[in-house]
């Protein structure tokens, strides 16, 4: 639409189905080049991306003609298809429902690409659920445990 403006920026938070370790250092790279051309293909400008053995993240310059649970299912949907075609698991990889997405102000996509460039590094301290938990508090997400990413089916599994 002519005369319509727009800067918006999102970081996105999906994990593994029950947050399997599943991401291998052997096809990340591969993984994230292949998400990031199913994000420009439909308009957003991808800024950074990284995932650790169990989930993943991604900032995104939003493209607002898209909407974003269609992008998210065309992501989880086309990467899965993906991983499972290159055998890069076993068994049938799957992304676990749901996900996360929080918009940042344009004075901190910097520091927010710095944060996700920096996943290795970050989770020897800390876990995803106190991460992901933190970021809910932060931008102040009303939430019930029961249903943050099956947390509680992954601690009975181990």
């Given at each position: 639409m002519a005369n319509t403006y727009s800067k918006i920026y999102i970081h996105l938070v999906f994990v593994v189905e029950f947050r399997d370790k599943?991401?291998?250092?052997?096809?990340r790279e591969e993984l994230q080049k292949y998400i990031t051309k199913i994000i420009q293909s439909r308009n957003h400008k991808l800024i950074a991306i990284n995932s650790v053995s169990d989930h993943m993240h991604i900032l995104i310059g939003y493209y607002p003609d898209d909407k974003l649970p269609d992008l998210v299912r065309t992501v989880k949907r086309d990467s899965t298809i993906f991983i499972n075609q290159k055998k890069f698991y076993r068994?049938?990889?799957n992304w676990q429902i749901g996900y996360g997405a929080f918009s940042y102000s344009r004075s901190q996509i910097n520091g927010v690409a710095k944060y996700i460039d920096n996943q290795q590094e970050h989770h020897k301290t800390i876990s995803l659920k106190d991460e992901y938990i933190s970021i809910l508090k932060k931008f102040d997400v009303n939430f019930t445990d029961k249903y943050l990413f099956n947390f509680e089916l992954f601690e009975a599994k181990n």
């Open positions: 599943l991401l291998r250092d052997d096809f068994g049938k990889f």
